[in-house]
T-cell receptor, first 116, second 111 residues
Framework: GAVVSQHPSWVICKSGTSVKIECRSLDFQATTMFWYRQFPKQSLMLMATSNEGSKATYEQGVEKDKFLINHASLTLSTLTVTSAHPEDSSFYIC????????????FGPGTRLTVL | LAKTTQPISMDSYEGQEVNITCSHNNIATNDYITWYQQFPSQGPRFIIQGYKTKVTNEVASLFIPADRKSSTLSLPRVSLSDTAVYYCLVGDYNQGGKLIFGQGTELSVKP
């Protein structure tokens, strides 16, 4: 149990286009999901907290108008990178929090975004 | 959120026990300690979580001293497939569940 999926697993796009990444909790409901970004040889950096039915909370330095987050249901959160540029190329990872005594977070497999 | 400090890298050989220690001097009363494993181009995978003393599961043990200012992840008899980055995280999961990743420890297991 506790499986989180992401789609697509990789995407290549042209500069200036928008890209949507989906994060789904397959066998549990997740009121809260998180989005991270990871550059090569670096640690994960938390971008935002996604709450079902409310606006996302962004970490300092993350542009909310560039990284649009929608958490429309208890099993789906989407991250849209708007007007992508080469510097947005990165590995994007989501996690979903399962409500329990420890509120464990389970991570998706990640999405590799390459902006040409 | 409590900051964590881990060794940047460690080397080991197949069949050995590996212990990775993490410092978290500013851990709060309600914080839990969680360890994740990450392979290249994959999302982190939950290994183990604990609050105090010792926790053991089928893949690892977690040792937490009484003052909780550090913790040690113990991997018994590692294999080549345990080569990965290991992250120690501290957080109060009843307060929004935010996880702030530190640099992690890159474990290299050699034959």
């Amino acid at each position: 149990g506790a499986v989180v999926s992401q789609h697509p697993s990789w995407v290549i796009c042209k500069s200036g286009t928008s890209v949507k990444i989906e994060c789904r909790s397959l066998d549990f409901q997740a009121t809260t999901m998180f989005w991270y970004r990871q550059f090569p040889k670096q640690s994960l950096m938390l971008m935002a907290t996604s709450n079902e039915g409310s606006k996302a909370t962004y970490e300092q330095g993350v542009e909310k108008d560039k990284f649009l987050i929608n958490h429309a249901s208890l099993t789906l959160s989407t991250l849209t990178v708007t007007s992508a540029h080469p510097e947005d190329s990165s590995f994007y990872i989501c996690s979903a929090q399962r409500t329990s005594a420890y509120n464990e977070q389970f991570f998706g497999p990640g999405t590799r975004l390459t902006v040409l | 959120l409590a900051k964590t400090t881990q060794p940047i890298s460690m080397d080991s050989y197949e069949g050995q026990e590996v212990n990775i220690t993490c410092s978290h001097n500013n851990i709060a009363t309600n914080d839990y300690i969680t360890w994740y494993q990450q392979f290249p181009s994959q999302g982190p995978r939950f290994i183990i979580q604990g609050y105090k003393t010792k926790v053991t599961n089928e893949v690892a043990s977690l040792f937490i001293p009484a003052d909780r200012k550090s913790s040690t992840l113990s991997l018994p008899r590692v294999s080549l497939s345990d080569t990965a980055v290991y992250y120690c995280l501290v957080g109060d999961y009843n307060q929004g569940g935010k996880l702030i990743f530190g640099q992690g420890t890159e474990l290299s297991v050699k034959p």
